[in-house]
């Protein structure tokens, strides 16, 4: 036990049942070996770069930036600002973060910290059994996100290093042009976490997040252990 810290785990188990982008390739799992017959057991597991709770890097959309492998560990540990738009949004598939909750969050809390990783929490993890509620359909896609203006004030003015949702996209489901991914977010270096779980646990301000991504040599992006310490 780390005294006086708890630990609260952000990451979905990645299994044959973890919900995917609507049509993308579902993980394979194979046991190549057994305790019985070879003494030792292992197995061939194959998935999407994009597979349940993960890390995208901003090579996931502009060409000859980051890969997953390039960033180094201080980015991936970083206090965490926890912004929840649940009540507001409710059910809404459409609803999204905006610049008046970012002012309302730092009228409530005083200015975020800069250089922290901005956790979205908009209590959609509720459906993450239920791919038509969680994901919309396959080239229809619903869930919410990052307003592009919220993102870009986080992005410009608080040097958010990375941004991370309880969805599958930091762009709402409804954005099929990506404006966070494309030109506001990557395009300066920042990461993304898609698919986090219990952000309900975590303080507004006050955790930190260790983002336990692998370091896949030019990928675009990686499944991601995902895990907050709280004081
Ligand atoms: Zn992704």
Redesign the pocket.
């Known amino acids: 036990m780390l005294q006086g810290m708890r630990v609260v785990d952000l990451t979905i188990p990645l299994g044959p049942n973890t919900i995917m982008?609507p049509g993308a390739p579902e993980p394979t799992f194979e046991n190549l070996t057994s305790i019985k017959n070879d003494g030792y057991f292992a197995r061939i597991v194959s998935f999407f770069?994009?597979t349940g709770t993960?890390?995208?890097a901003p090579s996931?959309f502009i060409e000859g930036h980051n890969t997953v492998d390039k960033f180094p560990a201080e980015k991936l540990v970083r206090p965490a600002v926890v912004i929840d738009i649940s009540e507001r949004i409710g059910d809404d598939a459409d609803g999204e973060l905006t610049l008046a909750d970012v002012h309302a969050f730092e009228s409530a809390h005083g200015e975020m910290p800069h250089e922290a990783a901005i956790l979205l929490r908009t209590g959609w993890e509720r459906f993450n059994n239920d791919v038509r509620k969680y994901a919309g359909e396959p080239g229809k896609t619903r869930f919410p996100g990052f307003g592009a203006e919220a993102a870009r004030f986080l992005v410009e003015e608080r040097k958010a290093v990375g941004l991370g949702t309880d969805t599958l996209?930091i762009d709402p489901g409804y954005a099929t042009d990506y404006p966070v991914h494309s030109t506001i977010s990557h395009p300066k270096g920042l990461w993304?976490l898609?698919n986090l779980t219990n952000l309900s646990q975590l303080p507004p301000l006050g955790a930190w997040v260790i983002v336990g991504v692998l370091p896949l040599v030019d990928g675009?992006?990686s499944p991601a252990r995902v895990i907050a310490l709280l004081p």
């Open positions: 982008w770069e994009h993960h890390f995208d996931h996209g993304h898609e675009s992006g």
